[in-house]
């Protein structure tokens, strides 16, 4: 899986652009504030049409244009897809594959395949639970469309009842249709927590042999799932899932009037870590939390390379940086295999036959 090439065109900084990449390793450099956050963004965009930093796609359309495009030349499952992005500032977007638009952004992850790690990842230990849960829905999603799908009307209803709530003291009839979103939340709830468990069930075995590698055997990391109290196993079948989902709806009536938010459903739930099986989100050190956040992203890596047969590609945006030399050398070591997008303000010290150094300046390519 990889990507071949591709042209910008308004989207953030970028006027006209166009680059070929390596295959293997790609180094995008160049000065802070000069574009090669963008170029990434602009990657990882492509497979699932989600930005990482911006809340709306009109923030990705460049001050002085109404509009804005993406387009790319990829290698995946032995086919070549040629993908096209058109923004607007007064109009939805769309996507086509091989000039044939897709009906949602969930089928790119059937085309390419992006894990994502930047500075703000390095938190992803230390950082409260929104973060953790973003994290599961970006690599689910890519993996299981069926999730993405789950995941969005999962969050309409959530928005619907949220507004209920928060409006039913001044307009009590809205609670004649609460009872009606609760079982949309419950039924498509159940089918989010059905997947989480079994993704970091999996992550799990990958991420644990990863720290273990990376602290030379010191550290034991386990990664557990936290979700709605009532459930007993995440493993359960959905229907019984969705059981015990009602009945945690039931508890928290009363709760959720008073506080008018929702209580209870899946977009509570929290991926916790434990270093010999202590909190490591309490406890752990900070160099102890960038190598959780690091084994946690390699391991993504991992196992979408299970499923999909190839790696997915790796966007590792000015992460080198942030981490001292031991940490360095072991990521570049782990990342052979597959494409590799690195950013950074000087090009870093590895041994690599096929790669390609990309010098960026106010959004154009120098060389």
Same mark, same amino acid.
């Given at each position: 899986?990889?990507?071949?090439?591709?042209?910008?065109?308004?989207?953030? $900084?970028?006027?006209? @652009?166009?680059?070929?990449?390596?295959?293997?390793? $790609?180094?995008?450099?160049?000065?802070?504030?000069?574009?090669?956050?963008?170029?990434?963004?602009?990657?990882?965009?492509?497979?699932?049409?989600? &930005?990482?930093?911006?809340? =709306?796609?009109?923030?990705?359309?460049?001050? %002085?244009?109404?509009?804005?495009?993406?387009?790319?030349?990829?290698?995946?499952?032995?086919?070549?897809?040629?993908?096209?992005?058109?923004? !607007?500032?007064?109009?939805?977007?769309?996507?086509?594959? $091989?000039?044939?638009?897709?009906?949602?952004?969930?089928?790119?992850?059937?085309?390419?395949?992006?894990?994502?790690?930047?500075?703000?990842?390095?938190?992803?230990?230390?950082?409260?639970?929104?973060?953790?849960?973003?994290?599961?829905?970006?690599?689910? =999603?890519?993996?299981?469309?069926?999730?993405? +799908?789950?995941?969005?009307?999962?969050?309409?209803?959530?928005? #619907?009842?949220?507004?209920?709530?928060? +409006?039913?003291?001044?307009?009590? %009839?809205?609670?004649?249709?609460?009872?009606?979103? +609760?079982?949309?939340?419950?039924?498509?709830?159940?089918?989010?927590?059905?997947?989480?468990?079994?993704?970091?069930?999996?992550?799990? %075995? #990958?991420?644990?042999?990863?720290?273990?590698?990376?602290?030379?055997?010191?550290?034991?990391?386990?990664?557990?799932?936290?979700?709605?109290?009532?459930?007993?196993?995440?493993?359960?079948?959905?229907?019984?899932?969705?059981?015990?989902?009602?009945?945690?709806?039931?508890?928290?009536?009363?709760?959720?009037?008073?506080?008018?938010?929702?209580?209870?459903?899946?977009?509570?739930?929290?991926?916790?870590?434990?270093?010999?099986?202590?909190?490591?989100?309490?406890?752990?050190?900070?160099?102890?939390?960038?190598?959780?956040?690091? &084994?946690?992203? *390699?391991?993504?890596?991992?196992?979408?390379?299970?499923?999909?047969? %190839? @790696?997915?590609? *790796? *966007?590792?945006?000015?992460?080198?940086?942030?981490?001292?030399?031991?940490?360095?050398? @072991?990521?570049?070591?782990?990342?052979?295999?597959?494409?590799?997008?690195?950013?950074?303000?000087?090009?870093?010290? @590895?041994?690599?036959? $096929?790669? !390609?150094?990309?010098?960026?300046?106010?959004?154009?390519?120098?060389?």
């Amino acid at each position: 899986m990889r990507l071949n090439r591709i042209a910008l065109h308004g989207f953030r $900084n970028y006027e006209d @652009f166009s680059a070929e990449f390596s295959p293997e390793m $790609n180094v995008i450099c160049g000065e802070n504030a000069q574009g090669k956050t963008n170029l990434v963004e602009a990657i990882a965009y492509l497979s699932g049409a989600k &930005s990482h930093r911006a809340r =709306s796609d009109q923030e990705l359309i460049g001050f %002085s244009r109404r509009e804005a495009s993406i387009q790319a030349e990829v290698e995946s499952r032995g086919r070549e897809f040629l993908i096209h992005v058109s923004l !607007r500032k007064q109009a939805r977007r769309t996507i086509e594959v $091989n000039h044939v638009k897709l009906k949602k952004a969930s089928e790119l992850s059937g085309v390419l395949n992006t894990v994502l790690f930047c500075p703000e990842d390095l938190s992803l230990v230390k950082d409260g639970a929104a973060v953790r849960r973003r994290f599961l829905d970006d690599a689910i =999603s890519q993996l299981r469309p069926k999730y993405a +799908d789950a995941l969005a009307r999962y969050q309409k209803l959530l928005d #619907h009842k949220t507004r209920i709530l928060r +409006d039913a003291a001044e307009k009590p %009839s809205l609670l004649s249709v609460l009872p009606e979103f +609760d079982e949309g939340l419950a039924r498509t709830g159940a089918l989010l927590i059905h997947y989480r468990a079994h993704f970091i069930r999996r992550l799990n %075995s #990958h991420a644990m042999t990863i720290a273990a590698d990376f602290s030379g055997g010191r550290d034991s990391l386990a990664l557990l799932y936290e979700t709605v109290r009532t459930i007993e196993d995440p493993f359960a079948p959905p229907l019984l899932l969705y059981e015990q989902i009602r009945e945690h709806q039931e508890q928290h009536k009363r709760a959720e009037f008073a506080s008018r938010s929702c209580l209870s459903g899946p977009h509570k739930d929290d991926l916790v870590a434990e270093l010999d099986g202590i909190s490591a989100r309490q406890f752990a050190s900070q160099g102890q939390s960038r190598t959780i956040a690091l &084994s946690l992203k *390699l391991a993504e890596r991992e196992l979408f390379a299970e499923d999909t047969g %190839s @790696f997915p590609v *790796l *966007l590792l945006d000015d992460v080198l940086s942030e981490l001292d030399a031991k940490r360095q050398d @072991f990521v570049l070591e782990r990342i052979r295999g597959g494409q590799v997008f690195l950013t950074g303000c000087s090009i870093p010290h @590895f041994e690599r036959e $096929n790669h !390609r150094v990309l010098a960026i300046e106010q959004g154009r390519l120098l060389s």
